[in-house]
């Protein structure tokens, strides 16, 4: 091989961080070997104490990576059979790099998706915490960001409390099925030593949520397929478009036009040549980073469309994609946590640091853009106009306000009752915000008491989470 070649080939420089799930998987090979019988009780004792001669090698930065052995596996296995001589060669009876490496993907993504997944809960607390404190804060709603309706801002948080919990839904749901085994299928087609792949998969806790070891049930498709790490992405990728989507509130609401919140300095930077800038690169950045993610999910759908069973070396190109998307996904996470509910001092316990609301802007927003206009329709379909005849009324009266540049609740009673007679005094209830707000009453309807229900529902889940 050409140095350029072995350059081209190895993949020793980006899967060395494999390497824990690697040795995991090596030593309950190796113990169920030997407990079928295949590798002596000797052999299995030296494997055991080379690999943890070699964890403690990488764990100090000792082991000394070579890009002439290719990959993660052939270094380790190279070092071990440098430290205790035949018993290391042994170590690879029954087995090929074909199923170790889909083995040793799967249980380092296995155990990143939980922390994914607690992320995502984090992430919801911090969530659930700012909107605890804004239940009475209104601003508008928005269809085709025109102003539509008031809403509760709690209302808007729990909108993305909803999202991030069916995210981690996902990735648990992921998770049941990457935890479950390849190693036994060797190259392609299992082996002829009398293996026990159950045991192995107990060993390694790839096991279902019953406790019933989870085993790949066909040779083939255990070594090619990477339908997990795909899974993984698109999870991931629906993930960031729901990051992005607050991206995209979050920067609105901070420019001036807006002016509905502040994200705190330690998120934000200033401008080299506008002295007043304060630019929210943070939520920027993760949504420019959301397309980085599905970017990665698009490259591993095209790494597998064309490969004819079984493995093929494309496959090699699955790592770089995933780690990075779980990088990302982990460093966002946890970076929007903070941007949102700030940092909590180990000593007071108190958060500061996130989010500031400036509720008076949010309310006068809400006030501008006649968002309770279908509260006067429902108020006439109440006094029996048919909701179709109640809806021309009040776009007539939306007309009439604007022309006049006055806000609906600023017409006086004589100016109302012009567009219909039943229109009476009490007509001022339904036009305030408040009044419209605590009028949406429905299952999921952003009136306080309905908000309140939902927050107490999420933090009964997240408590037990
Ligand atoms: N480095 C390889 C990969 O990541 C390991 C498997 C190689 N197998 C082989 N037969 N060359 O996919």
Known sequence: MSELVQRYTASVFFDQRLWRADIQGSLAHAQMLCECGILSGDDFAAIKNGMQHITAEIESGAFEWKLALEDVHLNIEARLTQLIGDAGKRLHTARSRNDQVATDVRLWLSAEIELITQLLVELQR?????????????????????????????????????????????????????????????????????????????????????????????????????????????????????????????????????????????????????????????????????????????????????????????????????????????????????????????????????????????????????ATATDLADYLVKKGLPFRDAHETVALAVKHSLREGLELSALTLEQLQSFHPSIQADVYDVLSLEGSLHSRTSLGGTAPAQIKAQIQRHTLRLQKE
């Open 126 to 370: 911090a969530l659930l915490s700012l909107a605890e404190k804004n239940i009475d804060v209104i601003l508008p709603g928005f269809t085709h960001l025109q102003v539509a309706q008031p809403v509760s801002f709690a209302h808007h948080l729990l909108a993305y409390i909803e999202m991030f919990s069916r995210d981690a839904a996902r990735m648990q749901e992921i998770k049941a099925r990457t935890n479950t085994l390849p190693l036994g299928a060797a190259a392609l087609a299992g082996t002829s030593y009398p293996i026990n792949r159950t045991r192995v998969a107990e060993l390694l806790g790839m096991v279902n949520a019953m406790g019933e070891p989870q085993v790949c049930q066909n040779s083939l498709d255990a070594v090619s397929d990477r339908d997990f790490a795909i899974e993984f992405t698109s999870a991931s990728s629906l993930l960031m478009v729901h990051i992005s989507r607050m991206s995209e509130e979050l920067i609105l609401w901070m420019s001036q036009n807006f002016a509905f919140i502040q994200i705190a300095d330690r998120f934000t930077t200033g401008s080299s040549i506008m002295p007043q800038k304060k630019n929210p690169d943070v939520p920027e950045l993760a949504r420019g980073k959301t397309g980085r993610v599905v970017g990665h999910l698009m490259g591993l759908l095209m790494l597998m469309k064309a490969q004819p069973l079984a493995y093929n070396k494309d496959n090699q190109e699955d790592k770089e994609p995933l780690f990075d998307t779980v990088d990302t996904v982990k460093d966002t996470l946890r970076i929007f946590a903070q941007m949102i509910a700030g940092e909590k001092d180990p000593s007071t316990g108190l958060f500061s640091g996130g989010l500031t609301i400036h509720k008076e802007a949010m309310q006068s927003a809400a006030l501008k853009g006649y």
